[in-house]
C-alpha cells in the first residue's frame, strides 16, 4: 500500500490512532481492486498456469519442475510491481505439541490431538480422509481399540 494511501483508511480507537500498512480485505470494493490489481501484474500469467480469484491466488503446473519455475515467475512479477506475498505460516508451538504427544489410551486423548489439529488443518490435505480411523474410535457405540493404522496415521501426522 501506498504511503500517501495509509493515512486514508486510519481508523480511532478510544486510546490510539491505527492506520493499516497493508491492504485490508474488510473494506468496502477492495476484492475488486485486488483482482483488477492482479490482472495488470499477472496477465502474461493468466490462463497459462495462475488463476487470480476475489482474495487468492493459485498458481498450478503439471510437474514440480514446472512449478518452481512457474512460482519464481509470479513473485519476479509481483516483486516488479514492488509488491510481497504474505503467506499463511503454521504456528511451530502448535506442531511441537502435536510433536510431544503420545499415542493416545482413550477418548479424550483423541479429542485432544483433533483439536490440536484442526489450526494447523490448512496445511494437512485429506486429514479428514487420513483420520477417519480415529475418529470411528469417539463414536459412543464403537469399542476403542488403537489399532496399528491409527498408529501409523498418528506417526504420520507427527
Request: glycine fraction near 2%.
Amino acid at each position: 500500500m501506498a504511503e500517501d494511501d495509509k493515512m486514508k483508511i486510519a481508523f480511532i480507537t478510544n486510546n490510539t490512532n491505527y492506520y493499516y500498512g497493508v491492504m485490508p480485505f474488510v473494506l468496502k470494493n477492495v476484492e475488486a481492486t485486488y483482482h483488477k490489481l492482479m490482472d495488470k501484474v499477472l496477465n502474461h500469467l493468466i490462463r497459462k498456469n495462475v488463476k487470480v480469484y476475489e482474495d487468492d491466488m493459485v498458481v498450478k503446473s503439471p510437474t514440480l519442475a514446472q512449478h518452481s519455475q512457474d512460482l519464481f515467475e509470479v513473485f519476479l512479477a509481483l516483486r516488479s510491481y514492488n509488491l510481497r506475498y504474505m503467506g499463511i505460516e503454521a504456528n511451530p508451538e502448535k506442531c511441537q505439541e502435536i510433536i510431544e504427544m503420545t499415542s493416545s489410551k482413550d477418548a479424550k486423548e483423541i479429542q485432544c490431538l483433533i483439536k490440536r489439529l484442526i489450526p494447523i488443518s490448512q496445511f494437512l490435505p485429506r486429514l479428514d480422509d487420513e483420520t477417519k480411523p480415529m475418529i470411528r474410535l469417539l463414536k459412543k457405540s464403537a469399542k476403542f481399540v488403537w489399532d496399528d493404522a491409527c498408529q501409523e496415521i498418528f506417526k504420520q501426522l507427527k
